[in-house]
Protein backbone atom coordinates (compact mmCIF):
# COMPACT_ATOMS: atom_id res chain seq x y z
CA UNK A 1 0.00 0.00 0.00
CA UNK A 2 1.38 3.74 -1.12
CA UNK A 3 0.51 6.82 0.67
CA UNK A 4 1.09 10.73 -0.05
CA UNK A 5 0.67 14.30 0.79
CA UNK A 6 0.47 17.83 -0.93
CA UNK A 7 3.04 19.88 -0.06
CA UNK A 8 1.48 21.53 3.03
CA UNK A 9 0.38 17.74 4.76
CA UNK A 10 -3.30 19.02 4.62
CA UNK A 11 -4.44 16.35 2.24
CA UNK A 12 -3.07 12.90 2.61
CA UNK A 13 -4.41 10.06 0.82
CA UNK A 14 -3.15 5.86 0.24
CA UNK A 15 -3.51 3.89 -2.49
CA UNK A 16 -5.19 0.49 -1.58
CA UNK A 17 -3.66 -1.58 -5.28
CA UNK A 18 -0.44 -1.04 -6.82
CA UNK A 19 -1.16 1.56 -10.09
CA UNK A 20 -1.83 0.34 -12.69
CA UNK A 21 0.04 2.21 -15.35
CA UNK A 22 2.26 5.08 -14.87
CA UNK A 23 2.64 7.55 -17.37
CA UNK A 24 4.49 10.48 -18.05
CA UNK A 25 2.12 13.25 -20.00
CA UNK A 26 3.93 15.97 -21.78
CA UNK A 27 0.33 17.41 -23.03
CA UNK A 28 0.12 21.17 -23.18
CA UNK A 29 -2.75 20.99 -20.61
CA UNK A 30 -0.08 19.20 -18.11
CA UNK A 31 2.85 21.25 -18.97
CA UNK A 32 1.18 24.38 -18.34
CA UNK A 33 -0.91 23.26 -14.86
CA UNK A 34 2.47 22.22 -13.64
CA UNK A 35 4.93 24.02 -14.80
CA UNK A 36 6.91 21.43 -16.64
CA UNK A 37 7.88 19.58 -19.54
CA UNK A 38 5.84 16.37 -18.37
CA UNK A 39 3.74 15.08 -15.53
CA UNK A 40 3.89 11.71 -13.88
CA UNK A 41 1.16 10.05 -13.41
CA UNK A 42 -0.29 6.58 -11.08
CA UNK A 43 -3.57 5.37 -12.15
CA UNK A 44 -5.84 3.11 -9.92
CA UNK A 45 -9.49 2.14 -9.68
CA UNK A 46 -11.33 5.00 -8.50
CA UNK A 47 -12.37 2.73 -5.28
CA UNK A 48 -8.77 2.08 -4.69
CA UNK A 49 -7.91 5.86 -3.55
CA UNK A 50 -8.79 6.55 -0.21
CA UNK A 51 -8.33 10.08 1.20
CA UNK A 52 -7.40 10.32 4.47
CA UNK A 53 -7.03 13.82 5.52
CA UNK A 54 -8.10 17.28 4.02
CA UNK A 55 -10.75 15.90 1.51
CA UNK A 56 -12.59 19.21 2.19
CA UNK A 57 -9.77 20.87 0.79
CA UNK A 58 -9.30 19.40 -2.57
CA UNK A 59 -10.67 21.87 -5.52
CA UNK A 60 -12.49 19.84 -7.83
CA UNK A 61 -13.15 20.98 -11.95
CA UNK A 62 -13.97 17.85 -14.16
CA UNK A 63 -10.75 16.76 -14.82
CA UNK A 64 -8.16 18.26 -11.79
CA UNK A 65 -7.85 18.13 -8.11
CA UNK A 66 -5.27 19.98 -5.94
CA UNK A 67 -5.15 21.25 -2.25
CA UNK A 68 -6.56 24.78 -1.90
CA UNK A 69 -4.29 25.24 1.10
CA UNK A 70 -0.80 25.24 -0.96
CA UNK A 71 -2.16 24.18 -4.60
CA UNK A 72 -0.28 21.11 -4.95
CA UNK A 73 -1.90 18.76 -7.64
CA UNK A 74 -3.06 15.45 -6.50
CA UNK A 75 -5.71 14.08 -8.54
CA UNK A 76 -6.74 13.81 -12.15
CA UNK A 77 -9.72 11.97 -13.18
CA UNK A 78 -12.94 12.34 -15.29
CA UNK A 79 -11.58 10.90 -18.92
CA UNK A 80 -15.10 9.75 -20.63
CA UNK A 81 -13.33 6.91 -21.34
CA UNK A 82 -12.63 5.95 -18.17
CA UNK A 83 -14.55 6.80 -15.31
CA UNK A 84 -13.78 4.78 -12.65
CA UNK A 85 -10.28 5.69 -12.42
CA UNK A 86 -8.33 8.14 -10.60
CA UNK A 87 -4.76 9.15 -12.00
CA UNK A 88 -2.57 10.68 -8.53
CA UNK A 89 0.48 12.67 -9.59
CA UNK A 90 3.39 10.80 -8.67
CA UNK A 91 5.16 13.12 -7.42
CA UNK A 92 2.48 13.33 -4.36
CA UNK A 93 3.05 10.14 -3.17
CA UNK A 94 5.23 9.82 -0.07
CA UNK A 95 6.28 5.90 -0.12
CA UNK A 96 8.66 4.22 -1.94
CA UNK A 97 6.46 3.07 -5.60
CA UNK A 98 9.44 1.62 -8.46
CA UNK A 99 7.15 1.08 -11.32
CA UNK A 100 8.24 -1.66 -13.30
CA UNK A 101 7.36 0.71 -16.79
CA UNK A 102 6.18 4.14 -17.11
CA UNK A 103 4.94 5.02 -21.00
CA UNK A 104 4.84 8.29 -22.29
CA UNK A 105 1.82 9.46 -23.79
CA UNK A 106 0.65 12.73 -25.66
CA UNK A 107 4.29 12.98 -27.70
CA UNK A 108 3.24 15.03 -30.13
CA UNK A 109 3.39 18.12 -27.86
CA UNK A 110 6.52 17.33 -26.01
CA UNK A 111 8.95 19.61 -25.34
CA UNK A 112 11.84 20.52 -27.55
CA UNK A 113 14.39 20.99 -25.05
CA UNK A 114 13.84 17.06 -23.43
CA UNK A 115 16.44 14.75 -23.60
CA UNK A 116 16.03 11.32 -24.88
CA UNK A 117 16.82 8.72 -22.20
Known amino acids: MHSG????GAVSFRLLSEPKTVSNCHCRMCQNQHSAAFTTYSSVPRSD?????????????????????CRSNIEWSGSEKFPDWASITMASI??????????????ESRVCWLQSS
Open 5 to 8: SCLC
Open 49 to 69: LEYLSGQELLTASVIRKFCSA
Open 94 to 107: DTNLKPKNIKDVHL
